[in-house]
């Protein structure tokens, strides 16, 4: 799982056990979409093109460049 903090709201992508290939965007607890890999995801982001209109429109917001600007967090077994 990947996490960013934004000025509105924690940004996560995590793998999605339920599809068992893709993964999930999302801010706090709302799901913004399913991606076929991280990266994908992380770009999204970055391009404000997330579907969260919150985010999408911020006029200049501190953003990820990409997946390495992202705190990773292992889960424990």
């Not at 924690?10 to 076929?36: M, N």
């Not at 919150?54 to 501190?62: Q, T």
């Amino acid at each position: 799982m990947w996490t960013y903090q934004t000025e509105i709201g924690v940004l996560c992508i995590r793998f999605d056990p339920r599809t068992r290939t893709r993964f999930l965007l999302g801010i706090d607890d709302e799901p913004l979409g399913w991606y076929y890999s991280p990266e994908a995801a992380a770009d999204d982001v970055f391009l404000q093109k997330t579907g969260w209109s919150e985010w999408d429109s911020l006029s200049s917001p501190v953003k990820p460049k990409d997946l390495t600007d992202w705190v990773r967090m292992d889960c424990q077994a």
